[in-house]
């Protein structure tokens, strides 16, 4: 009797703290799936890393802009010599101690490069909007990481549910059992047999609530959260029944052109392109502009120190033209190796162009025999049901025993988890097709 009493008062304990839980009333400081959605894409460290990625691509497009501008630059020197030497001011020879003093300024500009400025800004936009695209890919890999982790823990939510009940309708028969017992109707050992199952049906509730607190958290490390920050998720009924499974082929025509799996190699192949073109314009002639104002002072002159700077001022203007003549076959060689590249990017981009359709066809095949299975689950899982509520009857009545009617329980038990799984399943796959679908989330 004192066990009896022990395992009542367990099961009473674990299940208030378990209907807390299961009850509890959805409140504004829960998070949905929205929440977590633009939590997630707003701080994560991956998604952060990729936007400083893209304003490091705006500043490399906004240099190769600026390399068109000429380049400008002041000198300023002093020296002193002794003995016999050349006047750098007057270009005399002198022997005597010669202190002189000079400055300018110079500017250099590019005139023509073999077109290299203008293909250099046009491959660093490529490069931008290809940062822009594996930012919108970074964006993506964390959603539907958190898509993922929120339909798991309503999967656990929806297991302390079916522990419940299980709980609950073992206290009922411990009671029904123990007034049985005193009464002679059944043995000390059907009674305890029952009593362990009362026991293990407590650990079932425990670990259901626990496999729930352990998603819950996953999904807070996966937003990145403070640990110290409260973090609930709000508890949603959904129908997996009126969910539709697209085509897979239309579902992958329309991946190609909103997601940017396949966008990214394109660009990498546009900047190879460039490349090629950077290579050969190598083999162009360079034309450069180039001028440079100074003046300078020496001991050497009698006049003072002002009127040597304003009399010395000298003007020079030069246009330089540089002709590649042989470089090693270096040209030649740049040439080759973006070519290559520009091959092995084809490659890349046929792979990434399977692995897209894997991942599509794969969500496909598994919404599909899970909106099959979930048919086919609903219909064991009643049936087990009504099954295991007839074993109860029969029980009570003294027409079975303890340990028929927990293999009646288990096979409820076994219909109802794998229901849930396959709803959930379900849910999963076919809101990844509307990802890939490019289709809103009504979650």
Known sequence: MKFIRQIV???LLVLGQALEVFGQDVSSDKWNLQQCLDYAVANNINVGKSKYNVENNQLSTSQSKNNKLPSL??????SS???????PITSEFVNQNVFSNSMGLSMEMILYQGNELNLQIQKSKILEDQSQLYLEESQNSIQLSVIEAYLRALYNYEGIEVAIKNLESFQFQVEQSTKRFESGAISRKELMDLETQAANSNYLVVSAQ?????????LKQLLELDPMVDFEIEIISLDATARTIPDKYEVFSNATYFLPDLKIWEKEGEAIQTDI???KSNYLPSLSLGGRLSTGYTNTLSSDYVDQINGNFSRQISVNLS????SKKQNKTNVAQARIRLQSNELDKIGAEKNLFSKIETAWQNATANKAQLQSAEIARDNALVSFELAEKQYDLGGLTATELAVSRNQYLTAEESYLQSKYLLLLYSYLLDFYHGQPLNI
């Open 210 to 218: 626990s496999q729930y607190d352990q998603q819950v958290l996953a």
């Open 323 to 326: 002709v590649p003549i042989f």
């Open 9 to 11: 008062i367990l099961s």
């Open 73 to 78: 630059f002041g000198t300023v020197s002093g």
């Open 277 to 279: 073109k950077i290579a």
């Open 81 to 87: 010599v002794y003995g016999q030497t050349i006047d």
